[in-house]
């Protein structure tokens, strides 16, 4: 991979995004989905990855030895917006994929998602995780990716996360999106990061339900302890080790993996503000997050 430059935030399609998102538009939108294709979507920092290996072992786990040992999570399940130079863009990797049910990684809003996946029917399996801890998790992957735009300090992201100044857009209107269309489309799963921290076993049996899988007992508590986040994080495979353009150095990608670690951020003043502009961002909705269990 070619090395790139920390992009710039603009304006696109009413919401914050980078060109590494934008530049193959008219393929994504275009994107043919299939009937079983099963859409990974969360906002960046929910726990995509987690669920993403979740799912993987749940299909493929009992198939072929070297899917594990050799092809990193990125590469199982594509991220259909990406398009960096000098690597296949998220669509042709999607494309490619051999695999029946394909998984497909999405960080776009709800009314980005391309049209096809609504009209063939998929599976979509949404991640929220409570604004407090995303937004801290966000800060510490922007500090470390540089394909990501400069985050500034903590005081400074926290602002820009509140404004919706982020790659991907608000937070708020990203979870309430796909909240609200959870009411009229069955096919969505909505899952929250703090349910899966506080009992991962449960969490793989409910998602076994919703895709109508039989997996077994021993199988799926296999599963969950193969995903715990230790067992992640040691993992070359999960842990993102392999992309020259994230920077251990500076921040792991499996950094800690917790609900509350927004304790360790907040001041007790931007906690009253954050606390105030989130009743306001959020007044109108039914959906509630836990930020500590
Ligand atoms: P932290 O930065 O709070 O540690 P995504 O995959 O959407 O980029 O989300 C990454 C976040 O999920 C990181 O949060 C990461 O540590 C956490 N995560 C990934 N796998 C996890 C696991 N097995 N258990 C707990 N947290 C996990």
């Not at 040992?69 to 994929?97: H, K, N, Q, W, Y």
């Not at 391309?114 to 510490?140: G, M, T």
Request: net charge negative; aromatic share 14%.
């Amino acid at each position: 991979m070619k090395s790139i430059n920390r992009p710039e935030l603009f304006d696109f399609e009413g919401i914050s995004m980078v060109h590494y998102f934008t530049d193959n538009w008219e393929n994504i939108q275009n994107f043919k989905a299939r009937p079983d294709d099963i859409l990974v979507a969360t906002y960046p920092k929910a726990g995509t990855t987690w669920v993403s290996y979740i799912l993987d072992l749940l299909y493929f786990g009992n198939t072929a030895p070297e899917r594990q040992t050799d092809l990193p999570i990125f590469m199982r399940v594509p991220f259909l917006e990406a398009a960096f130079p000098g690597l296949p863009s998220g669509v042709e990797l999607a494309d490619a994929l051999p695999t029946t049910p394909r998984l497909i990684k999405t960080h776009l809003p709800v009314q980005l998602v391309p049209k096809s996946f609504w009209e063939q029917n998929c599976r979509v399996v949404y991640v929220a995780r409570n604004a407090k801890d995303n937004a801290v998790s966000y800060f510490h992957f922007d500090r470390m990716n540089m394909g990501e735009p400069e985050p500034g300090d903590w005081n400074t992201f926290l602002q820009k996360f509140k404004d919706g100044k982020n790659v991907f857009g608000p937070w708020y209107d990203h979870v309430c999106g796909y909240w609200e269309k959870k009411q009229t489309c069955s096919n969505i799963h909505y899952m929250f990061f703090e349910d899966m921290v506080e009992n991962t076993g449960r969490e793989v049996e409910r998602l076994c339900s919703f895709l109508g899988l039989s997996t077994p007992t021993e199988e799926r508590e296999r599963i969950t302890k193969g995903v715990h986040f230790d067992a992640m994080k040691q993992n070359n495979m999960t842990n993102y080790s392999t992309v020259p353009l994230l920077d251990f150095k500076i921040s792991p990608f499996m950094r800690k993996g917790k609900v509350g670690d927004w304790k360790n951020h907040f001041t007790a003043a931007q906690n009253e503000q954050f606390e105030e502009h989130y009743r306001q961002k959020m007044k109108n909705t039914t959906l509630q997050f836990r930020t500590e269990i």
